[in-house]
């Protein structure tokens, strides 16, 4: 772990809930009866009394549960038996469970509109008009649509609003932010879960936080799908450029469009987002992670044809073909094993973000920009080939920074691609992005690089 940045463990204990009911096999048409349904966190597990009844993995099973009802278990595979007072039994493992629905197969597409909540949308949007009172009277907002956006693919309304409960003592209302998806087309599970994993990428970009998404209903009812919880680590890992909801309220429809629409940007925020899904990420890939993205980056959205900083390449691949000029066979294979040749280095797209770079980092390496580019790429050449990272730089954290450098500069490149382009916020970006490396550098009484 790098010194200095404080990271915090909880130990959070899931209770199981039960569930008592029976379960339907569709081809062979049976049923057993007397069965409990365990579900903790995505871990789903079917406790079977009799394991003779059971010989073979299923692709769905059907059953019916108390207050479940009636459910789709997707991808069930015998577990261990067991022996005991109780007697023999057997555990079937239950990889999704689909509350209200009786699929045919897994695959069946079913997903027409989903809605979520999320705590870090929650505790991220603020501004919105909350509960008043004045005097013994307490006015509740309604629900609050604070954005409404269409992709290629779906149309997602966001909405703010109060969930209450009643007791004998006491009432209470707890706010909360909802997001409603209506697809184009309906999805299976597992499009949906791809689905869901990129709106919680999207949600700790913003935010820096652990999504906290839950799915609380299903095709316009309040059923639900289990075993596709997510758990992410990012609070753990604060030191990123803060985007306010106030700041980029008017960009977020534009924003997630792109995210959504942009393949060509989905490799990039996998890597950019690879240290916060897990936080003890070793440095060595962090940074190894951080040049790969830069230079999908650039490739993607930059281009190709931009002056490279060393010719001497190019230059000897020119004599080289006039040496083979009389062999035309030779010289044709050689021009083509070589085309690679003219394509940009990671020094010559690192030298795209210069200036950028300079802004970031101002004088956290004390050593001029040029020197610490060039120390960037000759490490991620050793890293990748000899699986070495000391040369230049000489410790984990000098590494680390160096990778945290490339990271603020893609979080601020990112989110201008996505769609804001406010002078004022790029100017406040950039600065936020050199105050946090200069206060991690400052932590950990990083005196620069030693040359």
């Known amino acids: ?88 039994g057997c555990k079937l493992n239950v990889h999704k469970l689909i509350q209200g629905e009786k699929l045919s197969f897994n695959r069946q597409c079913f997903i027409s509109t989903i809605t979520l909540t999320s705590s870090a949308l929650n505790h991220w949007i603020m501004g919105i008009e909350g509960i ?58 597992y499009d949906f879960y791809v689905w869901k994993k990129k709106i919680e990428k999207l949600i700790v970009y913003l935010t820096n936080d652990d999504p906290g998404v839950k799915v609380i209903g299903l095709n316009r009812s309040f059923e639900r799908i289990y075993g596709i919880d997510s758990k992410w680590e990012s609070h753990n890992y604060s030191h990123s450029i803060k985007f306010s909801f106030h700041e980029i309220r008017s960009y977020l429809p534009k924003i997630i469009k792109s995210w959504f629409d942009n393949k060509n940007l989905d490799s990039v925020i996998d890597l950019l987002l690879e240290k916060k899904a897990i936080p003890a990420l070793s440095p060595q890939k962090h940074f190894l992670n951080m040049c790969v993205a830069l230079e999908s980056f650039h490739k993607n959205f930059i281009g190709k044809n931009i002056p490279l900083i060393d010719k001497t390449t190019l230059d000897n ?45 101002k004088n956290v390496f004390k050593i001029p920009i040029e020197d610490w ?70 932590l950990n009484n ?5 040359k």
């Open 1 to 88: 772990m790098e010194k200095g940045l404080a990271t915090k463990n909880v130990c959070v204990m899931e209770t199981t809930q039960r569930y008592f009911g029976k379960l339907f096999f569709p081809i062979e048409k049976k049923s057993i009866e007397n069965i409990w349904l365990n579900i903790n966190g995505n871990k789903i597990f079917v406790e079977i009394p009799n394991p003779g009844s059971v010989s073979e993995d299923w692709a769905v099973l059907h059953g019916e549960f108390n207050k479940l009802g009636t459910v789709s278990l997707i991808d069930c595979s015998i577990g261990a038996s067991s022996h005991g007072f109780g007697g023999e």
């Open 132 to 189: 008043t009172h004045k005097k013994s009277t307490f006015t509740v907002p309604e629900f609050k649509t604070i954005l409404n956006v269409s992709t290629a693919y779906f149309d997602l309304e966001i909405k703010v609003g109060y969930k209450n409960s009643f007791s004998y003592t006491k009432t209470s209302f707890e706010r909360d932010v909802f997001l409603y998806a209506s697809f184009n087309k309906p999805l299976n599970i």
């Open 446 to 450: 990083f005196k620069g690089i030693k």
């Open 373 to 442: 580019m060039r120390m960037v790429k000759n490490t991620r050449d050793d890293l990748s080939h000899e699986g070495r990272y000391n040369k230049y730089f000489e410790d984990y954290f000098t590494l680390f920074l160096s990778s945290y450098a490339l990271e603020m500069l893609l979080q601020y490149r990112v989110i201008m691609l996505l769609g804001v382009d406010d002078k004022l916020l790029k100017e406040q970006y950039l600065k936020n992005a050199s105050g946090n490396i200069s206060l991690v550098a400052s």
């Open 317 to 361: 691949r020119e004599k080289i073909k006039t040496l083979l000029d009389k062999d035309k066979e030779l010289l044709r294979w050689f021009s083509e094993k070589t085309t690679f040749w003219k394509n940009p280095t990671l020094i010559d797209r690192i030298y795209f973000f210069k200036k950028e770079l300079q802004d970031i980092n």
